[in-house]
Antibody, heavy 118, light 110 residues
Framework: QVQLQESGPGLVKPSETLSLTCSVSGGSIGSRSYFWGWIRQPPGRGLEWIGS???????YYNPSLKSRVTISVDTPKNQFSLQLSSVTASDTAVYYC??????????WGQGTLVTVSP | QSVLTQPPSASGTPGQRVTISCSGS????????VHWYQQLPGTAPKLLIY???QRPSGVPDRFSGSKSGASASLAISGLQSEDEADYYCAAWHDSLNGPLFGGGTKLTVL
């Protein structure tokens, strides 16, 4: 059973870059069967897909966030990361990392709250 | 289209049957599986239905899912107070290479 765990700062200042890492266990990030991605949920609001990365390194981003998002993969460490630049208060959210596929259900981490505040 | 369309709210009395709809397009629901998540306050979303109508182990058979064309539905029969939660649908989007989510439906048990 794959398990995912997010890690990173819980507080980021406005205009700075939010950086999170997802550690994967019980499954290889090099698998060709899955994408690896980030999803967020602002307080009191719905779920929003941020972006995905494939084992090859190909990335796919939500058009609404594309100019600020970078997702990268570290295959030897079985980890992938999210960077979101120029953050504002509206980027305050619970951030989830996930194993994604169009052919089956998604596997999620437990989520980590990131607050954007001075 | 950045989200799938769900009603913002739904309600029912204990024992009643309620349905929550989710509509999309040929690029998401129309060509991929639909999944449903239940979210209780302060917790991560919990998988309720996957691949249109499959239930993970431990999910009561009171919960059922269906799909037709570019729309899907979640049905909850024998409504219970503990079913009061937010419900989200999700489906893969072919050109985005990522999932789309519904805006969420807040279910109230009267």
């Amino acid at each position: 059973q794959v398990q995912l765990q997010e890690s990173g700062p819980g507080l980021v200042k406005p205009s700075e870059t939010l950086s999170l890492t997802c550690s994967v266990s019980g499954g290889s990030i090099g698998s060709r069967s899955y994408f690896w991605g980030w999803i967020r949920q602002p307080p009191g609001r719905g779920l929003e897909w941020i972006g995905s990365i494939y084992y090859s390194g190909s990335t796919y981003y939500n058009p609404s966030l594309k100019s600020r998002v970078t997702i990268s993969v570290d295959t030897p460490k079985n980890q992938f990361s999210l960077q979101l630049s120029s953050v504002t208060a509206s980027d305050t959210a619970v951030y989830y990392c996930a194993r994604l596929t169009g052919l089956d259900s998604y596997s999620w981490g437990q989520g980590t709250l990131v607050t954007v505040s001075p | 289209q950045s989200v799938l369309t769900q009603p913002p709210s739904a309600s029912g009395t204990p024992g009643q049957r309620v349905t929550i709809s989710c509509s999309g397009s040929s690029s998401d629901i129309g060509s991929n599986y639909v999944h449903w998540y239940q979210q209780l306050p302060g917790t991560a979303p919990k998988l309720l239905i996957y691949s249109n109508h499959q239930r993970p182990s431990g999910v009561p058979d009171r919960f059922s899912g269906s799909k037709s064309g570019a729309s899907a539905s979640l049905a909850i029969s024998g409504l219970q107070s503990e079913d009061e939660a937010d419900y989200y649908c999700a489906a893969w989007h072919d050109s985005l290479n990522g999932p789309l989510f519904g805006g969420g439906t807040k279910l109230t048990v009267l």
